[in-house]
């Protein structure tokens, strides 16, 4: 799994994985699935949104930060 984009997003993702494995595992399928190819995602603070898409030529999961 490749990742590129924002880097708060990406610290994010990680802290989910080490945190709730089973919830990252959701977040990738969604992403790989769905049919905008992408997932939405909070920040541990719970405010700040992030969205994962997928590209499924490359393979690579940008992570960018969304404004409220």
Same mark, same amino acid.
């Given at each position: 799994?490749?990742?590129?984009?924002?880097?708060?997003?990406?610290? #994010?993702? *990680?802290?989910?994985?080490?945190?709730?494995?089973?919830?990252?595992? &959701?977040?990738?399928?969604?992403? %790989?699935?769905?049919?905008?190819?992408?997932? #939405?995602? *909070?920040?541990?603070?719970?405010?700040?949104?992030?969205?994962?898409? &997928?590209?499924?030529?490359?393979? %690579?999961?940008?992570?960018?930060?969304?404004?409220?």
């Amino acid at each position: 799994m490749k990742l590129v984009g924002d880097n708060d997003g990406i610290e #994010e993702l *990680k802290n989910i994985k080490e945190n709730n494995l089973f919830y990252l595992k &959701y977040l990738i399928k969604e992403a %790989e699935t769905s049919l905008n190819r992408s997932a #939405e995602f *909070k920040g541990k603070d719970g405010k700040q949104k992030y969205k994962m898409s &997928y590209n499924p030529m490359t393979r %690579e999961f940008t992570v960018e930060k969304l404004t409220s």
